[in-house]
C-alpha cells in the first residue's frame, strides 16, 4: 500500500493500491478525439450561421458557413471512425438508439447532421435543387448547435473526476469555444463587408467560454487542479490570450481584410487548445488515484460515513 | 421509470425486459479467507480462453497482474502493510516462517510490529446499474437474465466508451484485437447450471457464487462471526443496494478501507446525473441558437 507523498495538494493524504489508478484512462485516441471536438463544434455553429446568412442575403458568409458545415462534420465523422478499435464495424452504431449514452445519440446526431450539411452545400454550391437544399439547410441548423454540445456530455457521462464534475460548465464551454471559432473561421474567408454577424459571434463566444472555463475552475475545487496544471493548464492559458486577442480583433479590426483573417486564426487556434486541454485534464484526472479517491471519501464523511478504525 | 437509471432496483433481469428470468446470480468475494493463490486468475483464463497478458516481475509485493483489465477478468491483489501484530482470537494452524516463539504458535507477541498480508480477489461487479452498459452506444453490452453484465463481441466496434465510464476500472479494450473484454461471470457455464470457473477453483471458498439474496444473508453472517472474534475492521463493499450503483452484484468482505485495495470508496454510476447533462447540453444548444438569432437581429450591416 502507498501512501500520497501529498507534494501537490497539502490535505490529500489518501490511501491507493500502489498509487495504481482505480478507474481506467480513457483509450479514446489523440489527435482524433479533441479534433472531433473541434470540428464538430465549428460544423455545428455554422450551420446555423449558414441559415442566418441565407435570411439575412449574405452569400459569402453563407458559402463559406455551408462548406464550413458539411466538411467538418465530413471530416470529423472519419476522425471517429478511425478512433474505433474496429473500424469496420462503425455501421454498428446505428445499430440502436439510446438516450442513455451520449454516443449513440451523437452517432444519430452526426449523421443526420452531415447528410443535411452536404446536401445543403452541395445544393448551394451547383445552385441546383434549391428548395430540398434549403430544407437541408434548416435540418443541419437545427441539428447542429446540438452536435456543438452534446460532445460535453460525451466526456461528462463518464467515471473521469475532471469531465464528469464539470457536466454544467462543459456545454457552455462548448458552446461558447464553437461559436468563437465558427464566427473566426468566416471572419478569415468571408470579406469583411458581409463578416459583421460572425464578428459579433465570435465575439459572444470568447464571453461565453471565458465565462463558463471561470466558472468552472472555481467550482469544481481539487478537481480544477488538472485543467490548470502541466499541458492542459499551458494550452488553456494560451486559449485565452488567443481568444481576448481575436476578440478584439473582431471589436476593433473588423474593417480590415488582414485584421480579421488574423483574429480568425487566433480564435480557430483558441479553439483547438481549448479541446485538447479538456482532453487531456481527464486524463490527467484519471491517471492520478487521488482524484477518484479525496472527492469520494470527502463525500462520506460528509455523509457522516468517516472511515473505520484501521485496523 | 423511477430508478431506472440509479438508485434500489429489485428485479434488474426483469427490468432489462426478461419476463421469466432465474434469480440474480453473484460473487460473493470473502477476502478474510483468501490465501492469495491466485488459482482463481489461473482457472478464468484457462476457461475463457484469455490470453496471456505479460509475464513480467514488477516488484509490486507479489502482485504481476497489476490491475483487472481486458486480459484479466480475475485480479488477486496482495497489500503488504506494517501493523502492529494482534495475538489472533482464531487460530489457525498455519506454518510459520522464523524461529518458533514459546507464547505464541503464530511466532509474535502482542504489540510487536509485524507486517500485515491482505489478500482480494477483485472481478467485475457486475452492478445493478452498469455505466458500461448505459453508454454502450451499439447494445454489444447487455444484462443477462441472471442479471449479469456481458458484452457481446459480434457487435462491439471497439468506440471504448465504456472503458472511462466504469467507476470501478474494470473493462479494458484489448490493444490487439480493438474491442472491449471482461469477466462475464461465465455466463456459458451459468447457462448449464455451472458455477463460474473462478468460484469452482477457489481452495477456501474465498469466492463464493449463488443466488445473490442468499450470499447477502451469509455475508452478513459472517461479518458478525469476525466482529465477534475482535476484528472490527472487517466490513462489506458493495452489498448494499443503496450505494451509487445500486448495489454491485459482486460484492466483497474486506479487512481495510476500500482504496487500500485499489476499489474506489463512494462509486456512482456516471449515468446517474445524465438526466441533468443532458439538460445543461440543450440549454447550452439555445444559447447557441439565441446567439446567432441575435447577432443577424441586432446591428444593421
Known amino acids: 500500500m502507498a501512501r500520497s507523498d501529498g507534494a501537490v495538494v497539502p490535505n490529500a493524504e489518501f490511501s491507493s493500491y500502489y498509487g495504481r489508478p482505480i478507474i481506467k484512462l480513457p483509450v479514446w485516441k489523440q489527435p482524433d478525439v479533441p479534433l472531433y471536438l473541434w470540428l464538430g463544434g465549428i460544423a455545428g455553429a455554422s450551420a446555423a450561421l449558414a441559415e442566418g446568412a441565407a435570411l439575412s442575403d449574405r452569400p459569402a458568409l453563407e458559402r463559406v458557413a455551408r462548406l464550413a458545415a458539411a466538411g467538418g462534420s465530413g471530416v470529423g465523422a472519419l476522425v471517429l471512425v478511425h478512433d474505433l478499435g474496429r473500424p469496420e464495424r462503425f455501421l454498428n452504431m446505428l445499430r440502436v438508439f439510446k438516450v442513455t449514452s451520449p454516443l449513440s445519440v451523437g452517432s444519430w446526431l452526426l449523421a443526420g447532421f452531415s447528410s443535411a450539411a452536404s446536401v445543403a452545400a452541395a445544393s448551394h454550391e451547383t445552385g441546383r435543387l434549391h428548395p430540398v437544399g434549403r430544407l437541408a439547410g434548416v435540418t443541419a441548423a437545427v441539428l447542429g448547435p446540438p452536435l456543438a454540445t452534446y460532445t460535453a456530455a460525451l466526456l461528462a457521462d463518464t467515471a473521469v473526476p475532471a469531465w464528469h464534475e464539470a457536466y454544467r460548465e462543459l456545454p457552455f464551454l462548448f458552446a461558447g469555444s464553437a461559436s468563437a471559432a465558427a464566427g473566426g473561421l468566416a471572419m478569415l474567408a468571408v470579406p469583411t463587408g458581409e463578416a459583421a454577424p460572425a464578428r459579433r459571434l465570435a465575439v459572444a463566444g470568447v464571453a461565453l467560454d471565458l465565462a463558463a472555463e471561470h466558472q468552472l475552475e472555481h467550482r469544481l475545487g481539487m478537481l480544477a487542479e488538472p485543467y490548470q496544471q502541466d499541458r492542459p493548464g499551458r494550452f488553456l492559458r494560451a486559449a485565452r490570450v488567443l481568444n481576448l486577442a481575436g476578440a478584439l480583433g473582431a471589436v476593433v479590426g473588423g474593417r480590415s481584410r488582414a485584421v480579421s483573417a488574423l483574429s480568425g486564426t487566433a480564435l480557430l487556434g483558441a479553439s483547438l487548445l481549448t479541446r485538447f486541454a479538456v482532453f487531456q485534464a481527464g486524463l490527467a484526472s484519471a491517471k492520478d488515484p487521488k482524484y477518484t479517491v479525496v472527492p469520494q471519501r470527502e463525500r462520506l464523511n460528509a455523509r457522516g460515513e468517516p472511515a473505520a478504525p484501521a485496523a | ?301
Not at chain 2, 443477462?144 to 453484465?149: D, I, L, Q, R, S
Not at chain 2, 468506440?159 to 456459458?188: H, L
Request: with cysteine.
Open chain 2, 1 to 301: 421509470m423511477s430508478n431506472r437509471l440509479s438508485g434500489p432496483l429489485d428485479d434488474v433481469s426483469g427490468d432489462a425486459g426478461y419476463e421469466a428470468h432465474p434469480e440474480r446470480m453473484g460473487f460473493f468475494t470473502d477476502t478474510s479467507v483468501c490465501i492469495g493463490c491466485k488459482a482463481c486468475e489461473v482457472a478464468c483464463k484457462e476457461w475463457n480462453f484469455v490470453p496471456e497478458d505479460g509475464l513480467l516481475l514488477t516488484g509490486m509485493s507479489y502482485d504481476n497482474t497489476q490491475q483487472l483489465d481486458a486480459n484479466s477478468w480475475r485480479h488477486v491483489a496482495f497489500v503488504e502493510q506494517t501493523k502492529p501484530v494482534r495475538a489472533p482470537s482464531i487460530d489457525l494452524p498455519m506454518p510459520t516462517v522464523g524461529l518458533p516463539a514459546a507464547a505464541d504458535p503464530q511466532g509474535a507477541d502482542e504489540g510487536d510490529i509485524g507486517v500485515r498480508w491482505l489478500m482480494s480477489s477483485d472481478v467485475c461487479k457486475h452492478c445493478t446499474h452498469a455505466a458500461c452498459l448505459d453508454v454502450c452506444p451499439t447494445g454489444s453490452l447487455f444484462r443477462t437474465e441472471f442479471g449479469t453484465v456481458v458484452v457481446q463481441q459480434d457487435i462491439c466496434n471497439g468506440c471504448g466508451y465504456c472503458v472511462p465510464a466504469c467507476p470501478y476500472g474494470v473493462i479494458d479494450q484489448r490493444k490487439e484485437d480493438g474491442r472491449a473484454f471482461k469477466c462475464t461471470m461465465c455466463y456459458d457455464r451459468l447457462g448449464v447450471g455451472e458455477e463460474p470457473a473462478c468460484a469452482k477453483a477457489c481452495p477456501t471458498d474465498s469466492i463464493q457464487f449463488g443466488p445473490l439474496d442468499e450470499l447477502r444473508e451469509r455475508a452478513e453472517e459472517r461479518v458478525r462471526t469476525l466482529h465477534e472474534h475482535g476484528i472490527d475492521e472487517a466490513r462489506l463493499y458493495g452489498e448494499s443496494p443503496d450505494d451509487g450503483v445500486g448495489g454491485d452484484g459482486a460484492f466483497f468482505l474486506l479487512l481495510d478501507e476500500p482504496e487500500v485495495y485499489g476499489l474506489p470508496p463512494d462509486p456512482v454510476v456516471t449515468t446517474r446525473d445524465l438526466p441533468a447533462m443532458w439538460r445543461h447540453v440543450g440549454a447550452a444548444a439555445v444559447t447557441i441558437v439565441a446567439g446567432i438569432a441575435v447577432t443577424f437581429v441586432g446591428g444593421r450591416r
